[in-house]
Nanobody, 122 residues
Framework: VQLQAYGGGLVQAGGSLRLACATS????????IEWYRQAGMKQRELVAT???????NYHDSVKGRFTISRDNAKNTVYLQMNSLKPEDTAVYYC?????????????????WGQGTLVTVSS
């Protein structure tokens, strides 16, 4: 599975951006897609998750502002970010939690896409 994240950019506070994470490869092995972000030297934090069954979870700081969704036809997961704040400035990464079988044994693995920079100006 390969992931390609894009959609970052510069936006004023209060504005919106939509990030996209395009996936390719053995899509059936994907258990969940997650968006993370890392601001400067801070620890990378989990922003949002969407499971295979469509269940979503969000970091408290983005609840009500960010929405994670997917387009199965395009094998793409989106992160709609509204009411952006300067503290949302970070490099955003998408990641896939994979579950597949190798030699009849289950293998759990996380794959990362490259980051996309989101800058929110005040």
């Amino acid at each position: 599975v390969q992931l390609q994240a894009y959609g970052g950019g510069l936006v004023q506070a209060g504005g919106s951006l939509r990030l996209a994470c395009a996936t390719s490869g053995t899509i059936s092995s994907i258990n969940a897609i997650e968006w993370y972000r890392q601001a400067g030297m801070k620890q990378r934090e989990l922003v949002a998750t969407i499971s295979r069954g469509g269940h979503t979870n969000y970091h408290d700081s983005v609840k009500g502002r960010f929405t994670i969704s997917r387009d199965n036809a395009k094998n793409t997961v989106y992160l709609q970010m509204n009411s952006l704040k300067p503290e949302d400035t970070a490099v955003y990464y998408c990641a896939a939690d994979l579950l597949y079988y190798s030699d009849s044994s289950p293998v759990a693995e996380r794959r990362w896409g490259q980051g996309t920079l989101v800058t929110v100006s005040s």
